[in-house]
């Protein structure tokens, strides 16, 4: 949800430079209010219930990817811009077979911090009640039940982990071969 | 073919191209040339619609390209550009049938495109098709770009500095494979460079262009020959010598303030005169300085007693040109005659000069060294 609207917010930003000049700038300082206090507030607004949190962490997950998407496609070098017009590509058709793919991996890297930001913060959300396996972790820790709290952390390593993995088979799925290279987070 | 009525680009004050008209004809490769700044790629990009002019109509086969839609149009105008642009997320075989695609080719097509243009400049389709960019060299990535601008067999084809980015041997190869592609599809390239080497050898017709005007627009002999101005003679620079040399007569070559004498003149006189100058032959005028002959010591010595002047002795055996003849010619004959030189004669048959081995060896020597 958060990639899909973080990509789309992206590419319109990167479309329109004077739009992004007014918008990236309050995104930023929006992006360093702690996760945690903006689930609060919306807690304070909507109740606490999980779909509260999962807005906020949608949210809150789209921001990384929209600064990647933006950032990727800012940086395609302008000879395959140019190259792609003077093949008599569309903007959409040089957007798709170009332009995108090339900010791929800058694309992918976004989604990575905000997979790693979502999974901790959805463990943290329930210290002010919004559920979750934050729950375990929380109890085990002021009951001192060590079992407890495992019972939370290891679901939560895991999901985290198998997060991490299927975004690593989407940037093989999705990033051109002609530019794959090891490691490409940013 | 191409051509080019008025047209003008400012942005607010500034002229960059200053009323332009020109025509390209059709299978001509036209190379535009000039300083930086002078607008030639502005003028090329006016083509293909990446810039728009301020004024001023271009027509492509007697159609206004401004009517033209901009993506069909350039679908139809193949383009290369200087970073070369291959897409380094496709193939080679998928870069080169972007524009096929586009076009919605069917996929036996494009496959048959890609086999032929590689065939073209020898690179095995087995072996590169399936290549990304990134795997192969700047000279055959650059192949690639002009391929890929070829594929849709556009009937023009822009190229924008399409070899500065490369290393001068891959920028002969591809000089000479361009010439060759061009020839064999007698397509119309209009080319933009900064370099007159490139220019001379690829061009039908070379455009030099300064401050947004032509300056000059002709085939390149004919730009050797008579440069339009000093910046283009500076341009040619070295090459105008050489390419010139064609164009030496007989007047370039020849060595002037040849001492004569009068047909009239006694004997003695003559004697005297080879003498100090350390001469054995000296050459006869009448009284109107028009050559007649030669007068040898050897025939003084023989006859000279029985005449009193030296008319009767004069000989015609000495070849003569005349100013205007072509050097080569005068080469040719000096060597083929065995004569020790000729004398050059001007056109109302006064002798102007002559031309010695050593007077030919110099002049050479002066036109290859400088």
Same mark, same amino acid.
């Given at each position: 949800m958060g990639f899909l609207l973080g990509v789309l917010i992206g590419i319109l930003l990167s479309r329109k430079p004077k739009l992004s000049g007014v918008v990236l700038p309050i995104l930023s300082v929006f992006n360093t209010i702690p996760g945690i206090v903006f689930i609060g507030l919306l807690v304070l607004v909507w109740g606490a219930q999980s779909a509260t949190v999962l807005v906020a962490l949608g949210v809150y997950a789209t921001f990384p990817v929209l600064k990647n998407t933006y950032a990727g496609l800012v940086s395609v070098d302008p000879q395959y811009i140019e190259a792609a017009k003077g093949c008599g590509m569309s903007a959409v058709q040089s957007l798709q077979q170009v332009e995108l793919p090339l900010a791929m991996p800058t694309i992918i890297g976004g989604l990575r911090m905000s997979t790693v930001y979502t999974v901790s913060w959805a463990v943290l959300a329930s210290m002010i009640g919004g559920g979750g396996l934050g729950d375990f972790i929380y109890a085990g820790i002021s009951s001192n039940d060590n079992m407890l709290i495992l019972m939370g952390a290891i679901p939560a390593a895991l999901l985290a982990f198998v997060l991490g993995s299927l975004v690593d088979a989407l940037q093989r799925r999705v990033v051109p071969k002609g530019i794959q290279r090891g490691g490409s987070a940013s | 073919m191409l051509r080019f009525e008025h047209v003008s680009l400012s942005y607010g004050s500034q %002229? =960059?191209? *200053? *009323?332009l008209s020109f025509e390209i004809q059709e299978g001509q490769m036209a190379v535009l040339i000039g300083p930086s700044g002078c607008g030639k790629t502005t003028t090329l990009k006016m083509i293909n619609r990446l810039i728009e002019p301020s004024a001023g109509k271009i027509y492509l086969n007697e159609e206004d =390209? !401004? !009517? %033209? *839609?901009k993506v069909e149009l350039r679908r139809h105008i193949g383009y290369v550009i200087q970073q070369i642009g291959v897409f380094p997320n496709m193939t080679v075989a998928q870069n080169i049938c972007v524009v096929p695609t586009l076009l919605k080719y069917s996929k036996e097509e494009c496959d048959r495109i890609v086999h032929n243009l590689l065939e073209m400049v020898n690179l095995p389709y087995e072996q590169y098709a399936h290549k990304y960019p990134s795997e192969m060299s700047g000279g055959q990535q650059q192949r690639i770009g002009i391929l890929r601008a070829l594929a849709a067999s556009p009937p023009i084809v822009l190229m924008d500095e399409p070899f500065s980015a490369l290393d001068p041997m891959t920028r002969r190869s591809l000089q000479q494979e361009v010439r060759t592609l061009q020839q064999k599809l007698n397509k119309t390239f209009v080319f933009v460079t900064h370099d007159m080497e490139e220019a001379l050898d690829l061009a039908d017709v070379i455009i030099f262009m300064d401050h947004g005007k032509i300056v000059q627009m002709a085939p390149p002999e004919e730009m050797l020959a008579h440069p339009a101005s000093g910046q283009i003679q500076d341009f040619l620079g070295k090459f105008i010598d050489t390419h010139a040399q %064609?164009?030496?007569? !007989?007047a370039d070559f020849m060595r002037s303030g040849v001492s004569t004498v009068s047909a009239n003149r006694g004997v003695n006189e003559c004697v005297s005169k080879m003498q100090r100058r350390n001469v054995d032959t000296l050459i006869v005028v009448d009284d109107q300085d028009r050559y007649q002959g030669t007068v040898s010591i050897a025939d003084i010595r023989l006859t000279g007693h029985v005449v009193k002047t030296i008319e009767p002795l004069i000989r015609c055996n000495t070849p003569t040109v005349h100013t205007g003849d072509s050097a080569k010619d005068c080469f040719d004959l000096l060597i083929s005659s065995g004569a020790p030189y000729l004398i050059v004669l001007d056109e109302e048959e006064k002798v102007d000069g002559l031309i010695t081995k050593t007077s030919m060896t110099s002049a050479m020597a002066e036109q290859l060294w400088g």
């Open positions: - | %002229k =960059i191209l *200053d *009323d =390209i !401004a !009517a %033209k *839609d %064609k164009e030496l007569t !007989a």
